[in-house]
């Protein structure tokens, strides 16, 4: 008999990291069966709040800014502390976290930690967006919370913000990023920028760069069988976050989750080049080769980069071994796709 597939990657993480990997099913306390959130025990078991930092720390200050209060519609901004970028164009990477659309903000520590080393390694101003999440706020709420935050960057925005009212933010180089969730996120508000080019007055998407994005339908496929008992997400838990977040007549087949027919259809000329990251032991692969084989087969530029060992959302491990050869691909992404 054969050995049977492994369903977790080998690691060399300290024992910290390890720990907390082993408790990432707690999250599962506060998914209700009803398919509503209980919000203030996530918070205490998975989701510790980290406040915006205006020192340096770690070579990068922080500062939260509220755009629409009424939907708490918020942003944290990442800027480097190095004096040498006085002067100079800095690129821009707009933010969207993930957690299934509805965990987790731009002051949670994992997302905190990540941005931080991102703004840090790429020399960009990080803008982590807080959209509306679901169960309360059903699709398409995270998109047009999130297309608003770059309506409001385009319409001078930044001018209000203290923490860059003196730096040269080049607009014209403008990245979106997120992972999971976010990653989804970031395909949906490049193709409305993307649709409508001409009115917007200064931002131009320069890239879109999707870690492990969140992608479904109804079949299941070879990678969600065969990891369905993988590290940190499962189908079951995938399930759970579609039908939270989409319309409630829905199912996974909506154009949120399977993009790929209105890829398909056609997808607009100006949609920016696009990296999308993989991992080998991430239930939700299949789904992330599919999206780079339609974005490669509409003739879209598109650079795939996969890591055999990876599970989901690794990148919030800073001591996993990939981590850091994944901060220099992002590096390596926006240098590339900057014109100055």
Not at 201 to 223: D, M, V, W
Not at 247 to 253: G, K, S
Not at 295 to 319: I, M, N, S, T
Request: with cysteine.
């Amino acid at each position: 008999m054969g050995n049977k597939p492994s369903i977790q990657p080998p690691m060399k993480m300290p024992w910290k990291d390890r720990l907390l990997l082993s408790l990432a099913g707690l999250d599962s306390l506060a998914r209700r069966r009803n398919g509503t959130v209980n919000r203030r025990l996530f918070s205490l078991l998975m989701d510790p709040y980290v406040a915006a930092n205006p020192k340096p720390a770690s070579g990068v200050c922080t500062s939260d800014f509220t755009i629409d209060s009424s939907r708490n519609l918020y942003v944290r901004v990442f800027a480097s502390s190095d004096p040498s970028i006085q002067g100079k164009l800095i690129p821009v990477i707009v933010l969207f976290h993930g957690g299934g659309f509805s965990f987790y903000s731009p002051s949670s520590k994992p997302y905190d930690t990540l941005c931080r080393r991102i703004s840090r390694e790429t020399s960009a101003v990080v803008v982590s967006v807080n959209y509306r999440l679901a169960p309360e706020h059903k699709y398409p709420a995270a998109y047009d919370d999130c297309t608003d935050v770059l309506k409001f960057l385009d319409s001078d925005g930044t001018r209000s913000i203290d923490a860059l009212s003196n730096l040269e933010l080049d607009f014209g180089n403008c990245f979106l990023a997120g992972d999971s969730a976010g990653g989804n996120i970031v395909h949906h508000v490049a193709r409305r920028w993307a649709a409508s080019t001409q009115n917007w007055k200064k931002i131009k998407l320069a890239g879109a760069i999707l870690l492990q994005p969140f992608f479904g339908g109804e079949e299941r496929t070879e990678s969600e069988i065969r990891l369905k008992k993988a590290l940190l997400i499962s189908p079951n838990k995938c399930d759970w976050a579609w039908k939270t977040f989409l319309p409630e007549d829905a199912n996974r087949n909506h154009e949120a989750a399977y993009v790929f027919n209105s890829i398909k259809e056609g997808i607009e000329e100006a949609f920016p080049p696009a990296l999308v990251v993989v991992g080998g032991f991430d239930p939700l692969h299949d789904w992330q080769i599919r999206y780079y084989e339609a974005l490669k087969e509409k003739g879209k530029q598109v650079r795939l980069v996969e890591y055999p060992d990876a599970f989901h959302a690794f990148y919030v491990f800073p001591k996993f071994s990939d981590t850091p050869k994944l901060m220099e691909e992002i590096d390596g992404f926006v240098q590339a796709n900057r014109s100055i």
